[in-house]
């Protein structure tokens, strides 16, 4: 039987809580949030949002990411690995038919200037929708 993240989860935020020196009613204040709300959190008895989590995230001064990754809603980031989904991209870029050719291009060219294109070879997401590796200049 898997464990629920949700325990993890609340005894997490309860310590950065206090290592904060913050009360329950200053961060449910912080947060926007109800008291017994927060309680339950903490507790594991109700799993919040990730717009209540992004606000939690702010009143404690901690990454929203971390709490999302701890609550289940984001896998852990293992930065040393190249992104196996970079195909996937590039094919759903090509793939969407509200996407001009033009537009198509941009994106793509923003994706690997983010994650990188392959020693020097680019994709080039042709008018038809499909992707072919060319050669820079």
Do not use: C, W
Request: no cysteine.
């Amino acid at each position: 039987m898997s464990k629920l993240p949700l325990p993890d989860l609340g005894h997490y935020l309860r310590e950065q809580r206090e290592s904060a020196q913050l009360s329950l009613r200053q961060l449910a204040d912080m947060a926007g949030i109800s008291n017994p709300y927060l309680s339950q959190i903490e507790r594991g008895l109700k799993r919040p949002s990730a717009e209540i989590l992004q606000q939690i995230a702010k009143g404690l001064q901690v990454s929203a990411e971390s709490l999302y990754v701890r609550a289940g809603i984001l896998d852990e980031r293992d930065d040393t690995v190249v992104p196996a989904a970079a195909p996937d991209v590039l094919t759903a870029i090509a793939a969407d038919p509200g996407l001009t050719d033009r537009q198509r291009g941009v994106l793509v060219e923003i994706y690997q200037s983010f994650v990188g294109a392959d020693a020097g070879t680019a994709r080039h997401v042709a008018p038809t929708g499909a992707t072919t590796p060319t050669k820079e200049s």
